[in-house]
């Protein structure tokens, strides 16, 4: 009786087996088709909201980007043009004038030469009180642009202060002198492991106190030696040394002293990576040509962030 039990359930389970296998499989398949569209527009709603919310973002920061610009640009033509057409012998709104290039624009433009010639024009203007204040007023603007960019540049770079003894007499002997020993800098797309230490060697060979100069020679294994003057009016962000792809090298005077009896000067040396220099270091094609065919380890950080950041 058991075995006719075992053989009769044997006998349904096989002759429905088909029949719950046709019901179920569709269903089942329906099912898990719906749970699939469902999660198909969950992913496709998400997806339009963070296209939105991106949208949204890149047109505000567009706008606020065109204003920024527009506000910028009337900036730059009104100092300009006070600068650029003044009353010759208005000294004062052509230092304040510069004043505010430097602090709006010091990160995009060479502002160097203005600042020779306003200093060119301050010492032509009658001794006394008045010229010393204005001398004053433009070594002060100077050194905040000067310390303003050496902090910038430095962050990814390396920085050594030095004094230099100028009451060395430059006719014969060894000029003053310093080693710079600091880790190498690289660009981190491109692909190349460095990390034998760069070696400089700084010397001031030459000092012109009237102009308030100094002459200086760069020296490094396997690079060419650098020859260049240098004065309070030069600035690390457009004023450096290209010594590779990767690699700046800038040196800043960072304090004067021409007193006769102790003249001495402070030096401010700046190595840091190229996407850190100005809007001046443009990449030349070769470059971006190269850059392109190698694989990107690490997406380096945006030069044009940092001179945002620095505004």
Known sequence: ????????????????????????????????????????????????????????????????????????????????????????????????????????????????????????????????????????HLDRVASQVKARQASLLEVDGRRQDFDVDLNHPFDGGDPPSFHVKVPRVRDENSGIAETAPREFDVAVVAHDPLHRRLKLTITSPGLKTLAFWLDPYDFPLVNFSRISRDERIAVVLHRYNNRPEFMTASLVFLYFPSWRSGAKDKPYLDDLIARLAQPAKVVAPVAAASAAASR
């Open 1 to 136: 009786m058991s075995d006719t039990r075992i053989t009769g359930l044997k006998w349904v389970l096989q002759t429905l087996a088909m029949p719950i296998a046709l019901v179920t499989l569709p269903l089942l398949y329906q099912w898990k088709a719906a749970e699939n569209d469902e999660k198909t527009r969950d992913d496709s709603r998400r997806r339009e909201q963070a296209e939105q919310q991106f949208r949204l973002y890149t047109d505000l920061m567009s706008k606020r980007e065109e204003s920024d610009t527009a506000v910028r640009r009337g900036l730059f033509d009104k100092l300009m043009g006070t600068y650029l057409a003044p009353n010759p012998g208005d000294v004062g709104k052509r230092l304040v004038a510069l004043e505010l290039l430097s602090l709006n624009f010091h990160d995009s433009l060479n502002l160097s030469p203005l600042f020779w010639e306003l200093a060119s024009d301050i010492g032509k203007t009658s001794a006394g009180k008045s010229r010393d204040e204005y001398s004053e």
